[in-house]
């Protein structure tokens, strides 16, 4: 029998004290739809790292070689720190999209990136005479109506029944922890991933 479909497991959950338990439940997520997760902090020892550039140049190597063993990836892109994605995941789906390597993703708000910019900013936001909203250094402001940056929704794989990203307004306390859009993109992963069941007779 072949072994499942590894996926990458990417997001900015590996900065939680409870990382590694989060970890765990997506890889059980995972393996109920038949596919094999990897959470980024697999392989690497428990305690924290030292605070040097070759601690962190360290990790780097360690995700990329755990990315080039991986099948696909499930990215998190839940605003981290601000209005987009975590910067770090943003960099690992870009390096599996060059790869060829299949990027599903879901995010624990449905607000699209130009509302949340808006929010970040400080309500609403003002337009230039053709329309384009702009933030308070005039800088044009995405108006496509996607979870991200172009960028990163234009690397990521169209989802089984239409869209790029499963969505889920969640509650701020709980939108590190709500495992409700990562199960249903685990199941549309498996669904794309997995070898279609051969019909009974």
Not at 15 to 44: M, N, Q, S, Y
Not at 95 to 110: E, I, K, L
Not at 167 to 181: I, K, S, V, Y
């Amino acid at each position: 029998m072949p072994a499942p479909p590894r996926v990458y497991l990417a997001g900015p959950e590996v900065f939680r004290t409870d990382a590694r338990a989060l970890g765990a439940r997506k890889r059980a997520i995972c393996a109920e739809a038949g596919l094999e997760g990897v959470f980024p902090l697999d392989g690497l020892p428990a305690d924290e790292p030292e605070p040097t550039p070759q601690a962190g140049f360290a990790i780097h190597r360690h995700c990329l070689a755990t990315m080039d063993a991986c099948d696909a990836m499930i990215a998190n892109l839940t605003p981290f720190r601000g209005p987009s994605v975590d910067v770090g995941t943003a960099v690992e789906i870009g390096y599996m999209c060059a790869r060829g390597r299949p990027v599903f993703a879901y995010s624990n708000t449905a607000l699209p990136y130009v509302q949340r910019v808006a929010i970040a900013v400080g309500g609403r936001l003002p337009r230039r005479d053709d329309g384009t909203p702009v933030d308070p250094e005039d800088m044009a402001v995405e108006p496509f109506g996607l979870t991200d940056n172009l960028m990163v929704d234009g690397c990521l794989t169209p989802l089984p029944g239409g869209g790029r990203v499963v969505t889920r307004e969640t509650g701020f306390l709980a939108r590190w922890t709500d495992m409700t859009a990562f199960t249903e993109v685990v199941r549309l992963a498996a669904a794309a991933l997995l070898p279609a069941p051969c019909p009974c007779e």
